[in-house]
């Protein structure tokens, strides 16, 4: 895998440096380098096209893999026509193929060969954050990766022999560009076709590269933190599992009607999700009784809901929920009255949901019915729902900053792991005794 030019970074007060990239250069590429810190200070724009500007590093790369940290700053300004490339090659002339931010900040592929084609991606970036972009060129293929995953595949009219870096921007017809600010770091070409997995673990290594000595203190960058609402739990959730049996899913349901008498259903019908006519629920010659369960462990409930099927006049008028956590059939053990209600009239189908004062830790519930409209007891369903509870705080959004680092990395090899290539000579010093020096005052 050989590189071109690798982890090339540009400095602060560069056109493509922290402030952006604000193009209003032309033609033939032109470098200032920092050799010290092996960085590029200034840099011209290239061939006959206003506003572009590239890296003419090499030449005669049918494939090519470039990579780089681009970040689209907020204050970028888009017409209809304008393209802001941010990884590309070209025959020396004309745009051959590039990756491509337009309209919407899609980005995409734009290529010369019958004529010049942007073919976007469905994937848009946010202005103000940074992103790993890459491109793989092979043969007439163009891949696009976003952060280390293929995003995007094109075909390309044709292919271009002569390919240097490009990076820049696309003008209209008239030569007028629009003001695209952005900023790159990490640039790095490859004049191989790189895998899918070296380009992930290449775009993994440049974004974990964030430590720099900034302002005189060693800082890291620390991205936007998107704004997190709070989370509910659902408590619309039935507390009953669907019931099968009177002995199903873990739960005892029961009841005191008496079976051997006409009617509808026995005690799991109140809990087998089953809604409608009379024969989905329950109905037994009695206008009172109690229909309960018992669950497998304690459950929380602060809402309990009644369902009517379709003889409304057979369901409760009069009744309490009670809570049990000591019996053992459902009719022994000590119970405590959660909700009392009176007066209570039900339509056909219709469901009534009831709030109790108070959440309540149970093991077994049950409905204990002292009158309905009529000498029967009868209706579809019976359910039980848990309280609504705040899962996680509101976190507000955190807006993107530097932070300082203060323990400094001590070693060259931790520098290197964190991204200070260029600051490593600074860690090679040692104190050293010298004569004293006397001061003299000048006017």
Not at 191 to 219: A, C, F, M, P, V
Not at 406 to 432: C, D, Q
């Amino acid at each position: 895998m050989a590189t071109l030019f690798d982890k090339w970074t540009f400095e602060g007060s560069s056109l493509l440096g922290e402030e952006g990239c604000r193009l209003n250069v032309y033609r033939n590429p032109t470098f200032s380098m920092d050799k010290v810190k092996d960085q590029v200070k200034t840099i011209a724009t290239f061939g006959s096209q206003n506003g572009f500007i590239s890296a003419q590093r090499f030449t005669d790369n049918t494939n090519v893999t470039a990579i780089c940290a681009f970040r689209l700053n907020a204050d970028s300004i888009y017409t209809v026509h304008y393209e802001c490339q941010v990884l590309g090659i070209t025959n020396g002339t004309y745009l051959g193929s590039a990756i491509t931010v337009s309209n919407g900040n899609k980005i995409g592929v734009g290529y010369y060969g019958t004529g010049h084609v942007l073919v976007p991606s469905n994937v848009s970036i946010q202005k103000g954050k940074w992103y790993i972009i890459a491109y793989r060129k092979t043969g007439n293929v163009i891949d696009v990766f976003l952060d280390g995953q293929l995003i995007h595949t094109v075909t390309a009219h044709s292919t271009h022999a002569g390919a240097p870096f490009l990076t820049g921007q696309y003008c209209n017809s008239s030569g007028i560009h629009s003001k695209v600010n952005r900023s790159y770091v990490e640039l790095q070409v490859y004049e191989d076709t790189l895998s899918d997995q070296e380009i992930r673990i290449l775009s993994e290594g440049i974004k974990n590269k964030s430590l720099i000595l900034h302002e005189g203190k060693y800082k890291r960058w620390n991205e936007e933190v998107p704004a997190e609402p709070e989370v509910w739990s659902d408590d619309k959730i039935n507390l009953v599992t669907k019931m099968t049996s009177n002995s199903s899913g873990g739960q005892l349901a029961f009841w005191t009607y008496n079976t051997d008498k006409p009617g509808a259903g026995i005690a799991y019908n109140a809990f087998d999700y089953a809604t409608g006519g009379e024969n989905t629920g329950i109905s037994r010659r009695s206008g009172s009784g109690i229909v309960g369960i018992i669950f497998p462990k304690e459950v929380t409930v602060a809402r309990y809901e009644i369902e009517a099927h379709n003889i409304a006049k057979y369901a409760p008028r009069i009744f309490t929920i009670e809570g049990s956590n000591d019996t053992t059939s459902g009719l022994d053990g000590t119970w405590t009255t959660l909700d009392s209600r009176t007066g209570i009239f039900f339509t056909q189908y219709e469901k009534k949901s009831f709030e109790l004062s108070e959440s309540s830790t149970f093991k077994a519930l049950r409905l204990n019915t002292v009158a309905t409209n009529d000498t029967i007891t009868g209706f579809a369903e019976l359910r039980f729902f848990p309280p609504k509870l705040l899962l996680e705080e509101y976190k507000p959004k955190i807006p993107a900053h530097w932070s300082e680092i203060v323990t400094i990395p001590s070693t060259v090899k931790e520098v290197l792991e964190i991204g200070m290539e260029s600051l490593s000579t600074l860690l090679n010093r040692s104190a050293i005794e010298t004569d004293w020096i006397t001061m003299m005052k000048r006017e």
